[in-house]
């Protein structure tokens, strides 16, 4: 089945700073990316996903890039606050297993004031 | 909020018990995936309904089982709990079997003593 993999498992980042969190993927067939934001004690939510036609998605100081031949996709946090604060979650779907999440292991990053 | 909703917020039951934890989806919506998320495992995909079938299986234990009613609310029975059955149950849903884009309820959290 399919495996994700995600690096690093915490980060620490000065406000304003740029964040970058990356994960791989073993399933060439998976073929949607979707990146989870979840605070504490709370429900995983969406912020930005990508579907594999498609190699870079932005969305505001949000960006997601995705390399299907390696099999590999990052999101990018750039002028980071510290609302950003949060554990972030990668997973990995195909539509032809019915688009169950594979999720990443997470990643704690703390932006600090 | 992200339209699905999930009952009860907080379970506490001891070892050997039987508990339900309920989900709605959003309105329209005819899939629903439980997912379990516990501190050693990550988030984990257990199984997935359709308008009223199961359609995909992950590692759920053979302790736990599911369904999906006429009216599409879903329930995931956890029987003969252990300690280790403590975490953090989520379920979402999509529109379609083909929809990816999966929104998350807020959890039940239950704790097995």
């Known amino acids: 089945g399919e495996n994700v993999e995600q690096h690093p498992s915490t980060l620490s980042v000065q406000e304003g700073d740029s964040a970058v969190i990356k994960c791989t993927y073993s399933d060439s067939a998976s073929n949607y990316f979707p990146w989870y934001k979840q605070e504490l004690g709370k429900r995983p939510q969406l912020i930005i996903d990508i579907r594999s036609n498609v190699g870079e998605k932005k969305d505001q100081r949000i960006a997601v890039t995705l390399n299907k031949t390696a099999k590999h996709f990052s999101l990018h946090i750039t002028e980071t606050q510290p609302e950003d604060s949060a554990v972030y979650f990668c997973?990995?779907?195909?539509?032809?297993?019915?688009?169950?999440?594979?999720f990443g292991g997470g990643t704690r990053v703390l932006v600090k004031p | 909020d992200s339209g699905v909703t999930q009952t009860p917020k907080h379970l506490i039951t001891a070892t050997g018990q039987r508990v339900t934890l309920r989900c709605s989806p959003r309105?329209?919506?005819?899939?629903v995936y439980w997912y379990q998320q516990s501190l050693d495992q990550g988030l984990q995909f257990l199984i997935q309904y359709y308008n009223g079938e199961e359609r995909a299986k992950g590692n759920i234990l053979e302790r736990f089982s599911a369904q999906q009613f006429p009216d599409l609310h879903s329930e995931l029975n956890l029987s003969s709990l252990e300690l280790g059955d403590s975490a953090l149950y989520f379920c979402?849903?999509?529109?379609?079997?083909?929809?990816?884009?999966?929104?998350f309820g807020p959890g039940t959290r239950l704790t097995v003593l």
């Open positions: 997973a990995a779907s195909r539509s032809a297993a019915g688009n169950k999440l594979t």
């Open positions: 309105s329209g919506d005819l899939s």
């Open positions: 979402a849903s999509t529109r379609e079997l083909v929809t990816d884009t999966q929104y």
